[in-house]
């Protein structure tokens, strides 16, 4: 094993292992001690690695945040060939919930950091903006409570998807997407200040063809 994968090894067993005792006790009471006796690397290594716990916090948070973006313009090169398409991006965000899910239990559960949910509930909320403002919907008083119920939507399955000890329970990503998405789909169909957009984008390349919004309004280009 070459440096460079012993290095990989030891972060990731010293990540692993805090990810374990934050589910057996408060986050802000772990210590270099503890997870370097239970992670089997040396004090030195972790101190070459980071600064302390609250760096290895810092380093599980920010790249399951990255992890959890839930929306990216048309053209970002972060999310490939489904940047731009709503409900693809919803998909792709339940999947990472469920791909991660033990991370996720760790940071939200009661012993995990509570700053973290704020985190990512102030992100989900500037994502479904600029989708909202993809879809060229209007900035007018409606639309910051549109965003609030879809962002406590994400939220509150996201939460139960973690909670759910039966993993054969667990919904494809899919199915957890369409619940999601059904709120905005309801605002684009019945609201009369909300712009018609193809059956594409409001639910997916997968939805059903022959669907339409039941009126005549000029429909938004994707």
């Known amino acids: 094993m070459d440096s460079g994968s012993r290095a990989s090894t030891a972060r990731?067993?010293?990540?692993?292992?805090?990810?374990?005792?934050?589910?057996?006790?408060?986050?802000?009471?772990?210590?270099?001690?503890?997870?370097?006796?239970?992670?089997?690397?040396?004090?030195s290594t972790f101190y070459v690695h980071f600064r302390d716990t609250i760096d290895v916090l810092e380093g599980?948070?920010?790249?399951?945040?990255?992890?959890?973006s839930l929306y990216r313009s048309d053209g970002d090169a972060y999310k490939g060939d489904i940047a731009g398409m709503p409900f693809e991006c919803m998909e792709n965000w339940f999947e990472v919930c469920i791909e991660h899910e033990?991370?996720?239990?760790?940071?939200?559960g009661p012993h995990g950091d509570p700053y973290f949910t704020v985190r990512l509930q102030n992100q989900i909320r500037q994502e479904l903006n600029q989708m909202m403002d993809d879809d060229r919907a209007p900035r007018d008083r409606l639309r910051p409570y549109y965003v609030e119920l879809l962002t406590a939507s994400y939220i509150g399955l996201m939460s139960y998807i973690v909670k759910e000890?039966?993993?054969?329970?667990?919904?494809?990503?899919?199915?957890?997407?369409?619940?999601?998405?059904?709120?905005?789909?309801?605002?684009?169909?019945?609201s009369d200040k909300a712009p018609r957009l193809s059956e594409e984008r409001l639910l997916g390349a997968?939805?059903?063809?022959?669907?339409?919004?039941?009126?005549?309004?000029p429909e938004t280009a994707r």
Do not use: W
């Open 102 to 108: 033990r991370v996720l239990r760790a940071l939200i």
């Open 206 to 217: 997968k939805a059903p063809a022959g669907e339409d919004g039941g009126d005549d309004r």
């Open 60 to 68: 599980i948070e920010g790249t399951l945040l990255g992890l959890l």
């Open 12 to 43: 990731r067993a010293v990540v692993e292992t805090y990810i374990d005792l934050m589910e057996e006790k408060p986050y802000d009471s772990i210590r270099v001690k503890e997870l370097v006796e239970r992670s089997n690397v040396a004090r």
């Open 165 to 190: 000890k039966n993993k054969s329970e667990y919904l494809e990503a899919h199915e957890l997407a369409s619940i999601a998405n059904s709120t905005r789909a309801a605002y684009y169909k019945l």
